[in-house]
């Protein structure tokens, strides 16, 4: 099984629709990310949680909300959902536990398409 | 400046060459520097990290650092077509990872 698992891997939906992306995790890692990937613009940092009760903004954060349900799991939710927000989206995890600076493993992503 | 250059390619070398990838960053605070690879349409996989200057090498892999100069980079010795990828460049700053926006690599057999 998969350390980083992102659910579901692809959803095609509608404009206006509200749409939960799930990510789970069985590294142990306290820290959980989210980002969305466009083709020329890279990865972006939406939100990030560094443990149950912290939550933070990324860098593109409007039109999207997280919740942090446990130390393993990690929602994104697109309130009312639109075409621009049609991206390749990413969880990812990373450990503090013994040094801040620790790499981040990624989920394998899913795919998200809004008609 | 951006925070994470890279040359977005494509790059392109020969089977069996050397592939050299470069990274610029802002930030001269930065303490940690990581290359993932990513192939089309898949999630980034961390291939290296490097904390000191200097080189560290593994395997057909070598990153290097030069903190005076802000740059990083990676090399791949005996490229071979299954190192056909994107490779990302990051570095932490506050505690996040920021991205390059990658290089594409093309090995051809």
């Known amino acids: 099984d998969a350390d980083v698992t992102q659910t579901p891997r692809n959803r095609i939906t509608k404009t206006g629709k509200r749409i939960m992306l799930e990510c789970s995790q069985t590294k142990g890692h306290d820290r959980m990310y989210w980002y969305r990937q466009d083709p020329g613009l890279g990865l972006r940092l939406i939100y990030y949680?560094?443990?149950?009760?912290?939550?933070n903004k990324g860098e593109i954060s409007d039109g999207y909300s997280v919740s942090r349900q446990a130390q393993a799991k990690f929602s994104l939710s697109l309130e009312s959902a639109i075409p621009n927000q049609t991206a390749l989206y990413f969880c990812?995890?990373?450990?503090?536990?013994?040094?801040?600076?620790?790499?981040?493993?990624f989920g394998d992503g899913t795919r998200l398409s809004i008609l | 400046q951006k925070e994470v250059e890279q040359n977005s390619g494509p790059l392109s070398v020969p089977e069996g060459a050397i592939a050299s990838l470069n990274c610029t960053y802002s930030?001269?605070?930065?303490?940690?520097f990581f290359w993932y690879r990513q192939y089309s349409g898949k999630s980034p996989e961390l291939i290296m990290f490097?904390?000191?200057?200097g080189d560290k090498e593994d395997g057909r892999f070598t990153a290097q650092l030069n903190k005076a100069s802000q740059y990083v980079s990676l090399l791949i010795r005996d490229s071979q077509p299954s190192d056909s990828a994107t490779y990302l460049c990051a570095v932490i700053k506050s505690e996040k990872l920021v991205f390059g926006k990658g290089t594409k690599l093309t090995v051809n057999p």
């Open positions: 490097i904390y000191s200057n």
């Open positions: 990812a995890t990373s450990d503090s536990s013994f040094y801040s600076n620790q790499p981040q493993h």
């Open positions: 949680s560094f443990d149950v009760k912290d939550i």
């Open positions: 930030d001269r605070g930065s303490q940690s």
